[in-house]
């Protein structure tokens, strides 16, 4: 495998290189039967804890690694060329969620969550959209009442990643409803608590592994001490762990590309037509090529974002960037692949035909691929002074 030429660090190797091998032994083996039972156990998270995975830029003192985010984005590319459907629980619990808690958190929510969370004994989860609620996050419904000592939280939550087995949620609520997106508000909750309850889990078309599930809550009481930053301040918390999550699903989408890709370029050695590896023949080089080419562009682009966050350069405009390019390559390519495997590419004995289904999520969460476009644009103009 060939690595896009970047600046990096003995550290982000060494966690690539980590897991990579995790990925080898542990992801791609069990990556089909995963998808056909539509569930991972949580032990696997476990087993990827021991190695660091679960609180790879958690400080030390909290038990995590104290790595970067190119380190995280370099092992995150690993991760999901073993297993998309694993790697989106391992990004969700840590780029959306629990680097949430280091950044807004108190000490208190600091020492209560992230030793925990480093070790996978209890996982995180993010929830901001709703039923009808998802790109447009400030017209979100679940509402917070303030009753003194605790609030009473009632509503909806949708599409939550890791929710079946998650033991902490970043819920955000509306607490000022006439604000709109500046009356929102951010909330660890916890599971157990009653008046919240589970969904039925989603029948997806990709990442059928992941467990996604609505999060329902009928006059739940959640503790004041549950607030994470200040009242009103949610939306910005959200946004802020986005610009993140779209750093971890670039590398998802490039994660995918590569495995296609490796796929396509063994098959296309070894199937014969016309009495050739249809490697030789130069409509087949092309596609190859073109694919070669793309992944290196969208990993490059992948770790300009990771290396500006890192430094703590704001970043939104190339995390999106990342996102679009590496979303909408990762469908080309995959599609390719399944192109060049013929009709081998449309049954399930071939993994190219998972990698297909799985790409077409990465270009939908953590803002649809028209949601991109817009920051971008956005952030362009407001650079150029317009």
Not at 200 to 222: H, P, W, Y
Request: proline content about 2%; glycine content about 8%; aromatic content about 8%.
């Amino acid at each position: 495998m060939t690595i896009a030429t970047h600046e990096t660090n003995e550290a982000a190797e060494m966690a690539r290189d980590s897991a990579r091998d995790f990925a080898e032994k542990r992801l791609r083996p069990t990556a089909q039967e995963f998808d056909e039972h539509e569930a991972i156990p949580k032990s696997l998270y476990q087993e990827a804890a021991e190695l660091g995975f679960m609180g790879m830029m958690f400080p030390e003192e909290f038990g995590g690694l104290g790595l970067d985010y190119t380190a995280y984005a370099m092992a995150m590319e690993e991760l999901a060329r073993g297993n998309a459907a694993f790697q989106v629980g391992v990004t969700v619990h840590n780029s959306l969620v629990c680097s949430g808690i280091i950044k807004f958190g108190t000490d208190e929510q600091k020492r209560r969550y992230l030793p925990k969370a480093a070790k996978a004994e209890w996982i995180g989860a993010y929830s901001l959209s709703e039923p009808g609620s998802g790109t447009d996050a400030g017209s979100l419904k679940t509402r917070a009442e303030d009753k003194g000592d605790h609030y009473l939280v009632n509503g909806t939550k949708a599409w939550v990643t890791n929710a079946g087995f998650a033991d902490f949620f970043l819920t955000f609520v509306s607490t000022s409803p006439e604000l709109k997106n500046k009356g929102i508000t951010a909330l660890l909750i916890d599971k157990g608590l009653p008046g919240f309850t589970l969904g039925k889990k989603e029948m997806k078309l990709g990442i059928k592994a992941s467990d996604t599930r609505e999060l329902i809550f009928q006059n739940c009481k959640v503790p004041k001490s549950a607030l994470l930053g200040k009242v009103n301040e949610g939306f910005k918390i959200a946004m802020m762990q986005l610009d993140n999550g779209r750093i971890s699903i670039a590398s998802q989408a490039v994660g995918i590309a590569q495995a296609a890709f490796e796929e396509a370029v063994k098959y296309a050695k070894q199937r014969q037509q016309f009495g050739k590896a249809i490697a030789e023949f130069q409509l087949t080089q092309a596609k190859l090529a073109q694919m070669a080419m793309n992944i290196d562009a969208a990993r490059l682009l992948t770790y300009r974002a990771a290396g500006l966050m890192s430094r703590g350069v704001k970043c939104t405009k190339e995390a999106s960037m990342a996102k679009l390019f590496a979303s909408q390559m990762c469908n080309k390519v995959c599609f390719d692949a399944v192109q060049i495997h013929g009709g081998n590419g449309y049954v399930r004995e071939f993994p190219v035909e998972r990698y297909f289904r799985d790409a077409r999520i990465t270009e939908i969460y953590e803002g649809t691929t028209e949601v991109q476009h817009l920051i971008i644009a956005r952030e362009v103009l407001a650079q150029s002074g317009s």
